[in-house]
């Protein structure tokens, strides 16, 4: 049983929108930071979004997803939410989150990042 989960991932449209979820067990939110990272078929997995732990922590995006994704998250529920919005076929791939706690992780390529999920699908097409 992983310690983060992730749902909330589906087939639509382009511009539809989907909001993913991750839920944290074992760790708490406020201690560490969290990233979403997806992976599509034959390319390397890359960053998409990530939060940090502080209460008011600021999100970073990649500049694929700035503007349509927002991420947010509830300290007390320990789950972090990603809303996709005008979603658009090469959003297609399978969403992970990981959580750190290391200052020197890096929300691009994951590293640093430990206890991920398996992972939600996510497909864009017509």
């Known amino acids: 049983q992983s310690n983060v989960v992730e749902s909330g991932g589906g087939l639509v449209r382009p511009g539809e929108s989907l909001r993913l979820s991750c839920a944290v067990s074992?760790?708490?939110?406020?201690?560490?930071?969290l990233g979403w990272f997806r992976q599509a078929p034959e390319k390397e997995r890359e960053g998409v979004s990530c939060?940090?732990?502080?209460?008011?922590?600021?999100?970073w995006y990649d500049d694929s997803v700035k503007g349509r994704f927002t991420i947010s998250k509830d300290n007390a529920k320990n789950t972090v939410y990603l809303q996709m919005n005008n979603l658009q076929p090469e959003d297609t791939g399978r969403y992970y989150c990981?959580?750190?706690?290391?200052?020197?992780?890096?929300?691009?390529?994951?590293?640093?990042?430990?206890?991920w999920g398996h992972g939600t699908q996510v497909t864009v097409s017509l």
């Open positions: 074992a760790f708490s939110l406020r201690n560490y930071a």
């Open positions: 990981a959580i750190s706690n290391d200052a020197g992780a890096s929300c691009m390529t994951g590293a640093g990042f430990n206890s």
């Open positions: 939060i940090g732990s502080g209460r008011n922590a600021i999100g």
